[in-house]
């Protein structure tokens, strides 16, 4: 079992930053891609930003240049460095793993508010 402790949400107006921050319980070694989702009230949840073991990333297109995922292997940590960010950028954010053995875990999600 696999715990992720997600930090760093809160309330920003329009153009301003956040960082997420998910640290796992289990050593990235073990882990072969880290990813955010999030989900905005009435709407599916939508990966955000993933990164693999190898450190290639993928983005949502309504993300682009805007968001940038990393990892801390020392740390067990993946960040989402957000900036620029938009009122529909209003959601829960999930941190999401995947690890050698194609099992699958979420973090308990951290709401994100952009005022305008």
């Known amino acids: 079992q696999v715990q992720l402790v997600e930090s760093g949400g809160g309330l920003v107006q329009a153009g301003g930053s956040l960082r997420l921050s998910c640290a796992s319980s289990?050593?990235?070694?073990?882990?072969?891609?880290m990813g955010w989702y999030r989900q905005a009230p009435g709407k599916q949840r939508e990966l955000v930003a993933s990164?693999?073991?190898?450190?290639?990333?993928v983005y949502a297109d309504s993300v682009k240049g805007r968001f940038t995922i990393s990892r801390d292997n020392a740390k067990n940590t993946v960040y989402l460095q957000m900036n620029s960010l938009k009122p529909e950028d209003t959601a829960v954010y999930y941190c999401?793993?995947?690890?050698?053995?194609?099992?699958?875990?979420w973090g308990q999600g951290t709401q994100v508010t952009v005022s305008s």
């Open positions: 289990e050593s990235f070694v073990r882990l072969n891609r």
């Open positions: 990164i693999t073991s190898f450190g290639t990333t």
């Open positions: 999401n793993v995947r690890t050698t053995s194609m099992e699958t875990y």
